[in-house]
């Protein structure tokens, strides 16, 4: 995406193509088969810390305007990855990737696809 375009709907953007990463690496597994595969669980857990980061990287205030996200719990899972790693809850992760997450990607497409972008850009699909 170009500079001239919102920041907060490029993290948008960025937390859907994570989101959409995320479901199709855990597609087809058990949590028991997740918690054994440290491929996929290390690579889960840099998608949620993208994530977090793009959510952190967005304006208070258009967060505030959206109070159906849950923003802090999103920067919260990203500040627990990096900051206690050694003491992961993979249940957790499990459940936001499983539930959380797939259960507010509509809300996020709908944010998205509500930004007025500039008539001369055609904005990526969403994933």
Same mark, same amino acid.
Request: charged share 20%; net charge negative.
């Given at each position: 995406?170009? =500079?001239?375009?919102?920041?907060?709907?490029?993290?948008?953007?960025?937390? /859907?193509?994570?989101?959409?990463?995320?479901?199709?690496?855990?597609?087809? /597994?058990?949590?028991?088969?997740?918690?054994?595969?440290?491929?996929?669980?290390?690579?889960?857990?840099?998608?949620?810390?993208?994530?977090?980061?793009?959510?952190?990287?967005?304006? =208070?205030?258009?967060?505030?305007?959206?109070?159906?996200?849950?923003?802090?719990?999103?920067?919260?899972?990203?500040?627990?990855?990096?900051?206690?790693? @050694?003491?992961?809850?993979?249940?957790?992760?499990? @459940?936001?990737?499983?539930?959380?997450?797939?259960?507010?990607?509509?809300?996020? /497409?709908?944010?998205?696809?509500?930004?007025?972008?500039?008539?001369?850009?055609?904005?990526?699909?969403?994933?």
């Amino acid at each position: 995406m170009t =500079d001239h375009i919102d920041r907060n709907a490029q993290r948008i953007y960025h937390i /859907l193509q994570q989101a959409a990463t995320i479901q199709r690496r855990i597609s087809g /597994l058990s949590s028991d088969e997740f918690f054994a595969n440290t491929d996929k669980t290390d690579a889960t857990l840099y998608g949620l810390t993208v994530i977090g980061e793009a959510v952190r990287a967005m304006d =208070d205030a258009f967060k505030a305007a959206h109070p159906g996200i849950p923003w802090r719990a999103i920067v919260g899972m990203r500040n627990f990855i990096v900051h206690e790693y @050694e003491g992961i809850d993979y249940s957790r992760v499990w @459940e936001t990737v499983t539930e959380s997450l797939p259960a507010i990607v509509p809300h996020l /497409l709908a944010i998205y696809n509500a930004f007025d972008f500039p008539a001369d850009f055609t904005p990526p699909p969403p994933p």
